[in-house]
């Protein structure tokens, strides 16, 4: 099957450019605000000796370096008109090989949307199990079911999927905006704790043992909250005028989602004292009961909202990955096609739901949410890099909008930071299967890639699969 009969009519067989600026503030805005900001206070405060001066200062700091690290991908974007994200900019500024580990690692490990789902699925299940803990069996069902649909929505229609992430993240702020009233409906009735919170937010007794070790940790736990602001760098191609839409928007995203973060601390410091928040891992749940009483059945809700949008959002830009690193030859060629109808990767999509599968099936994702943590965070550094690159290696590219050289070079040492980080402060040997899931990749580059070494009949398999899922090769213009 070859490219469709579209192509003969002088118009390019490729995505739709669907995203605009209302929808692209939804879109990133909705894949950051998932589950971190109900989990991360607990081992922020923890981690800044239980200082509420300090927590609320480390919470304002990762959304400044989230917007500074937002300028960075703003220039490679506008720069490098191609959807993939930091996949594309390393395929440029470094070595392929390099750049295919990221597609690599989604694919084969994409735990943070099998730990989204399966977050999403343990506060749908709850209610229906009164007085115990839901079957294990029974969440990962729900799990599966919500990422089975959620990707065939997006594989059926790009405007529904974003339809749903405008709702899902409208509904986000709506019920972050809930929570909010209640903590100051709870504060007029009662300020005592609020008044103890905050006229003792920089205890000195607090003070004296904190330490630049603890700070890093507290740092290390927001950036997790604030992950994801590169979303539309992912879907550039699907952008409307993209050299203006995707710096406003995620300017825009950024400062919306730092403001709900410190609005929503602030809540929690208004209700819960430093004992409270401290002896519980899931801040929201003791805030909703003490909060909002009949109506603690909102922050549950609110959770599986912002989980789903989380995870719907990041099928519609991250899933791109794949399908962007096969047209270009770094993954069977299937995955880089698109449908001949719907105009979406729909192939890549299955990919990445067989991956999240076998992930969810699994159960146990802590460690390795931890193990491939500081190996996001090379990349994010090896991002910011390559604008110094880029700006060394290909002088004559248009840049319409170009960051000030200080911001990638202190985001580049902030990332080293990140990355010496949990091998300094708690070294594990689940690093080094990180490192080796890495070598193998590079082996596997090297074999099917760089040599070309084919498998015996995937060229069969190729045609029965497209023909079956109705795709064809789809067009690109390669930067020059």
Not at 15 to 32: E, N
Not at 228 to 257: D, M, Q, R, Y
């Amino acid at each position: 099957m070859g490219r469709p009969a579209v192509e003969g009519r002088g118009k390019r067989f490729t995505t739709k450019r669907s995203i605009g600026l209302y929808s692209g503030v939804f879109v990133t805005a909705g894949v950051i605000i998932g589950s971190g900001i109900f989990i991360s206070p607990h081992g922020v405060l923890a981690a800044a000796n239980y200082s509420v001066g300090i927590t609320l200062i480390i919470w304002v700091l990762g959304g400044i370096v989230a917007m500074l690290s937002t300028l960075c991908y703003c220039e490679l974007a506008t720069s490098i008109p191609e959807s993939g994200g930091d996949y594309t900019y390393l395929t440029y500024a470094y070595h392929p090989a390099l750049a295919f580990l990221i597609p690599w690692m989604y694919t084969c490990v994409p735990s943070s949307d099998a730990a989204l789902v399966l977050t999403f699925a343990r506060y749908a299940t709850e209610p229906f199990f009164v007085g115990s803990k839901p079957p294990e069996e029974s969440v990962k069902l729900v799990a599966i079911c919500l990422m089975l649909l959620l990707t065939a929505v997006n594989i059926l229609s790009v405007k529904c999927a974003l339809r749903m992430q405008v709702a899902f993240a409208a509904s986000k702020f709506l019920a972050i905006g809930v929570v909010v009233v209640g903590g100051i409906i709870y504060v007029i009735r009662d300020n005592s704790v609020a008044k103890q919170n905050f006229t003792s937010s920089f205890n000195s007794q607090a003070l004296k043992g904190f330490s630049v070790l603890s700070l890093s940790g507290a740092f290390y736990q927001v950036m997790w909250s604030y992950d994801g602001w590169n979303s539309l760098c992912h879907v550039t191609e699907e952008v409307k005028n993209p050299g203006k839409t995707i710096p406003k928007a995620s300017i825009l995203s950024i400062a919306f989602v730092m403001f709900a973060y410190l609005v929503i601390n602030c809540a929690y410091f208004s209700v819960l004292s430093v004992d409270e928040m401290g002896s519980s891992k899931i801040v929201a749940l003791p805030f909703a009961l003490k909060a909002m009483g009949g109506a603690a059945w909102i922050v549950p809700l609110t959770v599986c909202l912002c989980t789903a949008g989380s995870y719907n959002g990041g099928v519609l830009t991250t899933g791109r990955v794949s399908y962007v690193a096969a047209r270009r030859g770094h993954l069977p060629q299937l995955f880089g096609m698109l449908h001949i109808y719907k105009h979406t990767p729909s192939a890549a999509l299955i990919l990445n739901a067989i991956g999240c599968i076998v992930l969810v099936s699994i159960g146990q994702l802590g460690p390795l949410i931890d193990t491939f943590g500081f190996v996001n965070w090379t990349f994010k550094g090896l991002s910011a890099l390559s604008v110094l690159i880029l700006r060394h290696r290909m002088p004559d590219l248009q840049r319409p909008y170009k960051v000030p050289t200080v911001i990638p070079v202190f985001l580049t040492l902030l990332s080293a930071f990140f990355v010496i980080l949990p091998l300094i402060n708690d070294p594990h040997f689940l690093y080094f299967y990180a490192l080796a899931f890495c070598a193998l990749g590079l082996v596997l580059y090297f074999t099917f890639v760089h040599k070309r070494i084919r498998v015996p009949g995937l060229e069969n398999a190729t045609k029965f699969l497209q023909q079956f899922l109705l795709v064809a090769p789809s067009e690109w213009r390669k930067l020059k």
